[in-house]
């Protein structure tokens, strides 16, 4: 028996005329029924002692009685609960002492039945006794009631039902919680254990995607609203008030104004409350639902009246700058999208494949849901085997501890007090191939999910398998319920925050300055580049990244996953198994020419295996497909490459290993040209690639023969790395901007990220210099070259879409964008080459560009008399025009520093119009009035 269970007697005089069972609710504190303390004084056995004891507390169902002396080894019950479902299906169990010799006795059964009648001093039966039978159950009285590990009251009499038998009568832990201290109480059993289950299983499920590096907590980055979005989802009342709150918090009085000369209602939310009850949140949120709608409407009907010809201009004018002219509705709006997901049960997340859905999930059940201390299981779709109502139950029955049944009590009576569901998340609906017919297997389980109101679900899959596989789940009866999100937005502060994330989680470090725009946009565009990038480079330090080189990227990753996928394999080579496996899915993707779905059958054991982990990876995802074979349709599993361009380069590698020969390579060129198969640009873009980098001398000869090679050349050559380039190809970029040609345009633009001419040592900015070294010598060739390539772009005013420049750099947002930088010397010494080209330019945006060579002299003195001494030796008399301009300005605001002289020589020196008599003079005077 407990130690917390202790003997009550009470007396008159010295005869003991009650007795009853007690239970230590404090180190001197015990709790026995009012009936039982009915003589003059009372005593309490601890200890086997007898201590005299005294009522200090009390109301009409039990006292509280004080000791003087308590003995230590006396625990304390602290397991009360007032959260129990008592039903006629609750097993309990009463333990106490019995008769007037007070021995100990244990009851049980099965039924806690709620009195029809009201009593003052019980409100349960205890039903169906099955053991600890007695004819008298006298001294029990004050027994604690056990269920479920809980104590969930006190025994309080004995009474006959009405078939004769005798049974007893409980006090709820309701009717005496007053007598209790906080410490005496415990949550529901069933409650904290299914929590912490779910806690354990989530972390595990979460885990398991950690270790496959599907989720890398360092690199999560918030989307949009989405995760916003599903806080509304998981808890509604905690945030309709806050919607409420933020819906309060905006200011109308201007819109007002107007809506009242206008004879319209005002939009006003200071009525609302933010504290409701559970009760009152249904009709809340579809008060404060109608409320914003009704807002948003009014104010657009306040800007068709601002775009009538009903007011004055006067008035238009006041309406739009004071009124409208702000983020109002726009607020609105974001309530109205965020409360709409209180009322979702059902909700579909999709993207393409390896942009971060898993990410997203992970993060928001472990840094949300399992952080804030919500009921949350997280599954991986490829783990169901069944219907997923059959794992969800066996969960929440803790694995058969406990009836589905009485789990289902509790989260029903948990929802109803709380609002707060239990989450079921379910991530990668397109991975699961076990399942036949998976989408409408989710479907069937959303349908029996309605019949639980505590559970909501958030699933996600890829885009491409939406409507082939799962548009079945968006036509169930439940349609009110669900919403799918398609999350495509990918603002820049979260291709910068992935970017870096990735980068540190790898340990890698890029090289001072060699981040081009180029390289980031290509990774940041396309998370699952990213990670295979980071995975192929994890550890290095200060490499260049001035372009993304795929192929390499590629290859690299491959042979470190060949590393991994057979580390626990005695094989001479790694690096084979996967190269073959690869190789005869290529093959099968040819002869067949279909690039998608290659079944599951064509491959043996071991090439499964290695298709498994490659399914981990997400360097391929698997599907499941009705397939002919022979004369009959057969359910197969089929695989498919996540990354087209990376199932290009395995093609590309097949192509280029076993149809090596002339003959067969050019068949299979002009076969891919004609029928434009769908790996047509992939394949052609790596076959260039290695015919200029690794088979120059087999593969470039047959490629430079072919009639469409000048047409890949200016497609594919921005791709490769300055190593690979020749003087034919220096000579090629230098006609085309000489000629102001076709693909002049993408030199220049390759160009310009060049300007590191350590690092680029064969093609670089200088190129482009040279050439317009060569225009120069014509004025009109001059100027149409560089309006065409860094003409100025001046946005229209007022207008809410600007054209796109049509020029590859406009001059004027070049000088802004140097100007970010100027006071950065370490940046000035970088990028000195960008400050050369400004000198070129210098007609197109003269005061921007001389204001720029003013703060560069006044940062870095050495780098701006460097490139002005250089530039003064020009032979160009235009060019020493633009020079002899910056001089003379720099003159003017020069401040006494040693550099001044260095200026005012260089200046003397310049020869423009020195031929000309007073040519100095009358170039100031034009310069400066």
């Known amino acids: 028996m407990e130690k917390y269970i202790v003997k009550v007697r009470s007396y008159l005089r010295e005869e003991c005329i009650e007795y009853g069972t007690g239970i230590m609710i404090g180190r001197n504190l015990v709790l026995t029924p009012r009936h039982v303390t009915c003589g003059e004084r009372h005593t309490v056995w601890v200890g086997g002692k007898e201590e005299e004891s005294c009522v200090v507390n009390e109301n009409n169902v039990a006292v509280v009685l004080e000791i003087g002396n308590s003995d230590d080894s006396y625990c304390i019950a602290d397991i009360f609960s007032d959260d129990e479902v008592l039903d006629e299906e609750s097993r309990w169990s009463v333990s106490g002492f019995i008769t007037s010799q007070q021995c100990e006795h244990h009851v049980r059964g099965t039924g806690i039945i709620i009195s029809p009648v009201k009593d ?31 104590i969930v009251g006190i025994l309080q ?7 004769g038998a005798l049974g007893v009568r409980m006090s709820s832990v309701e009717m005496f919680q007053d007598l209790l201290a906080k410490e005496n109480f415990k949550p529901n059993a069933y409650h904290m254990l299914l929590k912490e289950a779910c806690v354990q299983y989530t972390r595990s499920q979460i885990d398991k995607n950690v270790k496959s590096k599907k989720y890398i907590a360092d690199i999560f980055v918030e ?54 009850s559970v009760t009152e949140l249904e009709p809340l949120h579809s008060c404060l639902g109608d409320r914003v709608s009704d807002g948003i409407s009014l104010l657009a009907e306040l800007d068709k009246y601002f775009y009538s010809d009903t007011s004055s201009l006067e008035e238009s004018y006041d309406l739009r700058q004071n009124s409208l002219n702000n983020s109002v509705k726009y607020y609105l709006s974001d309530i109205k999208d965020n409360i709409d997901f209180i009322e979702k049960k059902y909700i579909l997340l999709t993207k393409d494949a390896g942009q971060g859905k ?49 789990g289902n009590k509790i989260l029903r009576r948990e929802w109803n007090r709380t609002k707060k569901p239990l989450v079921v998340i379910i991530d990668g609906l397109n991975e699961n191939s076990l399942v036949k017919n998976f ?37 169930g009866t439940y349609s009110r319920a669900y919403k799918h999100i398609d999350m495509w937005q990918r603002s820049d502060d979260f291709k910068g925050r992935i970017f870096r994330g990735y980068l540190n989680f790898f340990g890698i470090t890029i090289r001072e300055n060699t981040l081009t725009n180029r390289f980031y946009d290509a990774l940041t565009s396309d998370v699952l580049l990213l990670r295979f990038f980071c995975e192929a480079n994890e550890g290095k330090k200060q490499i260049y990244v001035y372009d993304v080189y795929k192929y390499d990227v590629f290859r690299q990753y491959l042979n470190l996953k060949s590393q991994e996928y057979q580390k626990d394999q005695p094989v001479l080579n790694p690096q084979d198994s996967l190269y073959t496996l690869l190789d005869k899915i290529s093959e099968y993707m040819i002869r067949k020419k279909t690039f998608f779905n290659v079944p599951s059958g064509i491959f043996n054991k071991s090439e499964q295996e290695l298709l498994y982990q490659m399914l981990d990876n997400e360097v391929i995802f698997k599907d499941e497909q009705i397939l002919k074979t022979g004369m009959l349709m057969k359910n197969t599993i089929v695989i498919s490459f996540t990354f087209d361009e990376f199932r290009d380069f395995c093609i590309t590698n097949y192509i280029l290993t076993h149809l090596a020969e002339q003959d067969a390579f050019l068949s299979f060129w002009d076969q891919m040209n004609e029928e434009n198969l769908t790996i047509r640009e992939g394949v052609q873009k790596y076959i260039f690639y290695l015919a200029r980098t690794e088979s120059q001398e087999d593969l470039l000869p047959i490629i430079e023969a072919l009639p469409e090679y000048e047409n890949l050349y200016w497609l594919y050559i921005w791709g490769l790395e300055d190593r690979h380039f020749t003087a034919h190809d220096k000579e090629a970029w230098r006609m085309q901007l000489v000629a102001n040609g076709p693909h002049a345009e993408k030199v220049v633009h390759d160009l310009l990220g060049k300007y590191d001419c350590e690092f680029f040592g064969k093609i670089n900015i200088r190129l482009l210099f040279e050439a317009l070294d060569v225009l120069a010598e014509k004025i009109d060739l001059y100027d149409a070259f560089i309006k065409r390539m860094f003409g100025v772009y001046r946005e229209k005013k007022g207008a809410y879409n600007n054209p796109r420049p049509e020029s590859v750099w406009p001059f004027n947002r070049m000088i802004q964008r140097i100007a970010e930088d100027v006071n950065d010397d370490a940046w000035n010494v970088r990028h000195s080459e960008w400050y050369r080209l ?46 002899k301009e910056i001089l003379q300005h720099l003159e003017k605001f020069r401040k006494g520093e040693p550099w001044d002289q260095r200026i005012e020589r260089l200046a003397q020196e310049n020869s423009f119009c020195r031929d000309i008599p007073g040519g100095r003079e009358l170039f100031s005077k034009l310069l400066f009035d």
């Open 120 to 150: 003052e001093e019980w409100d349960y039966h205890l039903a169906a006794i099955t053991a600890g039978i007695a004819d008298n159950y006298q001294g029990l009285s004050g027994s604690p009631v056990f269920c479920d590990h809980r």
């Open 157 to 163: 009499m004995q009474a006959y039902n009405s078939s």
């Open 223 to 276: 989307e949009g609203d989405y995760k916003e979005n599903l806080r509304y989802f998981a808890d509604p009342m905690l945030f309709l008030k806050k919607a409420i709150r933020d819906a309060k918090m905006l200011d109308f009085k201007n819109v007002n104004f107007y809506l009242g000369k206008q004879g319209k209602q005002e939009i006003d939310f200071s009525d609302l409350t933010e504290n409701f």
């Open 358 to 406: 898993t990410n997203f999930v992970c993060d928001f059940t472990a840094n949300f849901l399992m952080r804030k201390g919500y009921c949350a299981l997280y599954f991986n779709a490829y783990d169901f085997r069944e219907n997923p109502i059959a794992l969800l139950k066996q969960k929440l029955s803790l694995d058969g501890v406990y009836s589905f049944s009485y």
């Open 439 to 475: 989408g409408q297997c989710i479907r069937d389980f959303l349908e029996e999910c309605q019949a639980y109101p505590y559970i909501k679900v958030i699933m996600t899959t890829r885009n491409e398998f939406l409507k082939e596989r799962f548009e079945v789940i968006e036509e």
């Open 838 to 883: 400004s000198i070129y330019l210098l007609e197109l945006e003269n005061r921007g560009a001389l204001d720029l060579w003013c703060k560069l002299y006044e940062v870095s003195p050495e780098v701006a008399v460097r490139i002005l001494e250089e530039m003064n030796r020009h032979q160009s008399s235009l060019i020493l025009g633009n020079v």
